[in-house]
């Protein structure tokens, strides 16, 4: 039996878009067996079939290493709510993947996995985190993808605020402008230099000025109900905030463990369908067990 298991993670940390994702302590866990006829459980019952992402992520893992598909029994173990921007498609096509080399015996190295699950996923910026870990850049390059890797300080509180409702990835990458002018390209990148510096050093000053997001926050808040609940909370309790993801979640960041849970605690009495809960970064990224 191998088992893999895999951070959630939030992409893009608003100014980040398509390239920066930070893995979340919030683990999945897959499984995978012989057996005499492919089945899938632990997951909704619509992805209970061959289409299900997993198994084509085990697939096209099996085709890179030139092998034949076996007949598979998988059992998905994830507390990570599928379509919230908390990257459940990821975890899936990486744990796929992982699953395949260590079938055949033959690892996928850490950049190899990154090139094939972008391959599937379309940008780098979910599944990069859940193989390396903790804060990652996936930068696409006529050579691959680079990954740099960066230290968060260890004083930042994350708080993931996950609403009762689902925001589709492809439905919120529709609604985005075809092209944007240079000085929003200007904006953007020298915003996402100061975000990744001030994940570094915790200096929340520059966190607030640097999640100012211009190529897809503004076009994404329409699709989160109750967005202005919870921006007026954040701006109260002094908290940074961003869209994890296409959304719904959104994550609140400071440095005072105390005003995180007051900003719990209210946002909690004021949304209480939601699933308010503190998150802390992952540094394991995918781990793989043979049994
Ligand atoms: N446990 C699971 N079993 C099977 N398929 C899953 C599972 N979790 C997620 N998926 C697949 O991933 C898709 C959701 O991907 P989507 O990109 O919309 O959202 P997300 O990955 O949760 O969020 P984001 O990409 O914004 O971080 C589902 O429609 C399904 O195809
Ligand atoms: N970068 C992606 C993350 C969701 O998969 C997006 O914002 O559409």
Redesign the pocket.
């Known amino acids: 039996m191998i088992k893999v298991t895999v951070p959630a993670?939030?992409?893009n940390l608003g100014v980040g878009y398509d390239c920066l994702g930070l893995a979340l302590d919030l683990r999945?866990t897959f499984q995978f067996q012989s057996a005499s006829k492919l089945t899938?459980a632990?997951?909704?019952e619509q992805?209970q079939n061959e289409n299900?992402?997993?198994y084509r992520a085990f697939q096209a893992g099996c085709e890179a290493l030139g092998e034949p598909v076996p007949s598979l029994a998988i059992k998905?173990d994830?507390p990570?709510?599928?379509?919230?921007?908390?990257?459940?498609?990821?975890?899936?096509i990486v744990a796929g993947l992982a699953a395949a080399g260590e079938w055949f015996q033959t690892q996928f190295t850490q950049n190899e996995l990154v090139q094939l699950a972008t391959d599937f996923e379309g940008h780098p910026d979910?599944v990069t985190p859940v193989i390396y870990g903790g804060l990652c850049a996936g930068v696409q390059t006529d050579e691959g993808i680079s990954v740099l890797t960066y230290p968060v300080a260890d004083d930042l509180d994350f708080l993931a605020i996950v609403p009762d409702f689902?925001?589709?990835?492809?439905e919120?990458r529709a609604l985005l402008p075809k092209s944007v002018s240079y000085a929003t390209a200007t904006h953007q990148i020298s915003h996402s230099l100061l975000l990744v510096r001030a994940l570094m050093t915790g200096n929340l000053f520059d966190l607030r000025l640097a999640l100012d997001d211009r190529l897809h926050e503004p076009y994404r808040k329409q699709l989160i109900a109750n967005y202005d609940v919870v921006a007026e909370a954040c701006d109260y309790f002094e908290n940074s905030l961003y869209i994890?993801?296409?959304?719904s979640t959104l994550i609140a960041i400071t440095d005072d463990t105390p005003t995180r849970g007051m900003l719990r605690q209210r946002l909690m009495k004021e949304l209480p369908d939601w699933n308010i809960f503190p998150v802390a970064v992952d540094t394991a990224g995918v781990q793989v067990e043979h049994g």
């Open positions: 993670t939030s992409a999945a899938i632990g997951c909704p992805f299900n992402l997993v998905i994830s990570i709510p599928v379509s919230r921007g908390l990257g459940s498609s990821a975890t899936c979910n689902t925001v589709s990835t492809d919120a994890s993801g296409s959304g």
